[in-house]
């Protein structure tokens, strides 16, 4: 075989860009997945639910995939498993909590055949021409690993999301033995996260927002709490819960993805729940506001979130008020600033308080800065390196940071999605590019092409025309006057009356009894129809000609 001993790195996702995280690693006949994420929608696609990975090139080798490898269980890492294994069943591993938030997706998406192995760190998988190592690290969530994988050209050791935290406030520290260990018998490739990258110094304790939480506590002893952090945040959330009951107030819920993860963590040990502590959403109103706190999602200002529908009024359950305190308990995602403020903007407005990172502590990152990069770099100790897991300018920061922990220029890449990697003992080179980037999920509808953002984007620029006609299916005549319906295009009465009289002129001209193909005729006239309103208002919208047959 071609290449037989090479091993291929290919990347579906999560350099270039923040999320949608997913690697394979190839060598021979067997083909490994590390993660499958998913990202959020920009601006500028409109409508759009979910970005998720483009799998075409795994879809066409589905008989060589072995396996999939989770990290941890944030969205950009596991939100795009049901896509994935709906068309490819394979086993997949991670740690008991990415597992019970993984299989909730999948239940929602009606697959029940998974192939769900729980792992713990330290544990070994052994599948085709790979041995996978779990290596317990710190993050935002519990039964976070970085992944040390054996493979025949030696050690590929993925770092997903870690920070050096030595005063967790659940789970161990990071694993700074094994990772030394590791290092020192040699590691020819690592892959290591970069979103923090351009942050110096160490990332902040999670006992730090704890210290810091309490006091905002006790500084609103006689107001209501509201607290928005992301929902798989499950530490956050465990120290809210703590110290709301160490206040004797009560804690509700708001928001579903809230609700599941806290149902999840606590079914499974990985969050514990004060006594008489949570309530029901719809119980607030039996309480005072100095009683109450209210967890919620929508940190990030997303369109349908808990904490936007408050903000905007629309909450069913919850109205904000002079006596609210939200604090935000979060940084923003790279892109979402504007979503942010404006929130915030809309509570300020309703007379509340708001208590956000630029003012307070009140967030620690889960991802590794610039002296906790260097950590991992002096213990791996790596031949080769790619940095992952953020957008373009933080692996060129990253590639910089590892040239100063001493590693040679060309053997340093940064690397695009669809860019396939082949590795050696000796060399590291880029080879050929393979179909790879977005699949834009709208309901339950997925677009490969992305025609379904390039339509609305048309139509929300230029605007749309329908024309109606109504012709006789025996003799092919015009039986009444066209319909012309505008959205958007600007059009006046006098041109809505030409442009009927181009339909008529058209449909007489090519008569559909002669030309026998509606699809032709509608063709000719969207062409006239579009010619004539360029010219009259330089506008080009999207007409749909609807040509019915009686």
Known sequence: MKNKNTLKVRFLGGVGEIGKNMTALEYGKDIIIIDAGLTFPSQDMPGIDLVIPDISYLQQNHDRVRAVFLTHGHEDHIGGLPYLLKDINVPVYGTKL????????????????AKLNSVKPKSVIKTGAFSVEFINVNHSIPGAVALSITTPVGVVFFTGDFKVDLTPIGGEIIDLARLTEIGKKGVNLMLCESTNVERSGYSMSESVVTDNLERLFLENKHRRLIIATFASNVYRIQQILNIASKNKRKVALSGRSMVNVVEASSKIGEITIPQNTLIDIDKIKNYQ?????????GSQGE????????????????SIGKNDTIIISASPIPGNEKSIYQVINNLYRKGAEV??????????SGHACQEELKIMHS??????????????????????????MGLKDNNILICDIGDTVELNGKTIKKKEKFQAGSRLV??????????IVRDRKLISLEGIVVVVACVSAESGLILQEPDIIGKGAGLTASQISDMKAITVKCLEDYNIKSAGDLTVTRKILRKKLRDYVFKKTKKDPMILPVITEV
Not at 98 to 113: C, D, R, V
Not at 290 to 297: E, M, N, R
Not at 355 to 364: D, G, P, R, T
């Open 98 to 113: 990415t597992l019970t938030l993984a299989e909730s997706k999948l239940i929602e998406f009606n697959i029940k055949n």
């Open 289 to 297: 506001d100095k009683d109450l706190v209210i967890v919620s999602t």
């Open 303 to 318: 369109p349908m979130s808990a904490l936007t529908r408050m903000a905007m009024g629309e909450s069913s359950q919850i």
């Open 355 to 364: 208590v956000y990172e630029s003012l307070e502590k009140i967030h620690a």
């Open 379 to 404: 213990l791996i100790k790596p031949k080769f390196f790619i940095p992952i897991h953020g957008e373009y300018r933080h692996l060129i920061k990253h590639s910089e940071l590892a040239k100063e």
């Open 442 to 451: 709208d309901g339950l509808a997925i677009d490969e092409t992305q025609a």
